[in-house]
Structure formats: C-alpha cells, structure tokens
C-alpha cells in the first residue's frame, strides 16, 4: 500500500482550535494534542461497526473510548434476525444511548428485508427497538431501480428514521465510476440522507490501484455528510493514507471496537501508522 510520506500539517493552532470536552483532568494534563471538536460531531467521526457484543463487554469499550465513538452499528446481522431478543437489543441500545452514543443497525437486514418483500415491517422495527437511523445499502444484493430506491428512502424519513446510504459494492469486480456514485451522493444528500459511506472493498481497490478518483469525491463534503468505511482489511494502513490525503477532519465507519483509539490515534498524529506525524512536525517549527 502507498504510504503517507509527510503526515498532516499541524501547527499549535490546530492543538488550539479544536474546543475540547468537560472530562476529569487526564494524567499529561500539561501536554498537548489535536482535540477533537465536541459531540455532536459533523466532522473527524467515528462510526464504530461491533457485532453486537456482551453488554458488561461494552461497557468496558465505553469506559475507555466512547469520547470517540459518534455512532455504534451492530453488524451481527444473523443475530439480529435469528438469536438476539428484542429486549436484549433494547438494553444494548439504552447503555450506547446513556452515554451520549446513537445505534444504528448495519445494511445487510435491510438487503434481506428487500429480498423478502419486508421493508415496511423491517423499518417499523428499526424505529421501534429504538435504533436512530436506518442504513440503506445495495453492496450484496443487485441495484435497486432508481425510483424504488428513492421511494424507501422517503418511507423511512417519513417515518423519522434518519436514512444512511451506502456507495460501491463489496464485489470489486464490477466497475467503479467516480461520476456515478457522485452523482448518486448529491442525489441522496438531496432527498435527505443524513450520512453517505463509501464501501471499504472500493476504497481498498483504489487505494491500491487510482487513489485520484477517490478525491473528487472526497471534495463532496468530507466534513459533513461522507464518511469512508475502513473495514477490516488494512484499516489501520487505509486510516493514515486517508488522513495524510484529506485531512484529520475525515470520518471514518465501519471501524472496529479493537481500531477505535488506533484511528483515533493515527488522525491526531501521535501513531506509528502515521508516522509520529505530529511529533516530527510540531518539533521543526
């Protein structure tokens, strides 16, 4: 993989002008880094993946890196549907919620509900365990027409269920058109799709073989509405090369619970992934 050879820019305005959370004081209380902006955050998030593990387990994740986390998704898809009861669901939601963390779950029931002529009484489960949002996906499964499409996506808003969408596919091998998806991006953003990811698999696809087309994209709105799923594969790599090239204020999904204060980490500089960046940088100014 390409690696980020200078790291970002950082300056003791960027320590600076970041505001930084109410917290107990912390144990380098005297020290310095790149602060995250406050929740709720349009900018620099973390949308964390998990599949949907032990309640006294995420608490402990809490504990010591929920600062960071903007969104929990539950990926255990087949739990979901087939194990996992709906009052379980309902606590795991309430102890996220009780510390300032929304849940949503991830695309794959919602593909299923699809397949299966189950959408509206999918949704209308999503909004009654208490799931804050909805992600609409087509990464599996073969496209929607665009009219359906749009019509799910209306339902769900209708319903107050805020909707993310997902652009690229996990099979690689079908082409991927910069234009297209950001045609498809301003189209959701417009219909009112509060968030829009870009698929892990596309992104370790160019990262490898055209990182330029990821940047007209990534010129969309970086600090709004687009985050870039980092996956399993790589993530940490994916997460430096992202950061050198757009910027620590990039979002990222589809982190998991084992990479969230690794990225953390790597965006503000202080990781060996990214190079030290901010000690090498800050140190020649």
Known sequence: MPKAPNGPKFSKRTTSRWSKE??????????????LPPKPRTRSMIVMSETCIPLRQTEDLIEVAGSLIDYAKLTDHAGLIDRHSEAWIRRKIALYNDHGIPVIPGGIPFQVAVIQDKVNEFLQA????????????????????TGYREDLIRRALDMGLPVMTEMGRKN???????????EQILRDVELGVSKVYLESAEIQEIFEADPAALDKIASLGKNEFLLFELGLQNAQEK???LVERYGMDINFASVSPADVVPVDAIRRGVHRKAGFSYVTQYGRQ
């Open 126 to 145: 999503v909004r009654d365990l208490g799931f804050a949002g909805v992600e609409m996906s087509e990464d599996t499964m073969p496209p929607l027409e």
């Open 239 to 241: 997460a430096a090369w």
């Open 172 to 182: 690689v091998d079908i082409p991927f058109n910069a234009d297209e998806i950001c």
């Open 22 to 35: 109410t917290m107990p004081q912390t144990a380098y209380h005297m020290l310095e880094v790149p602060r």
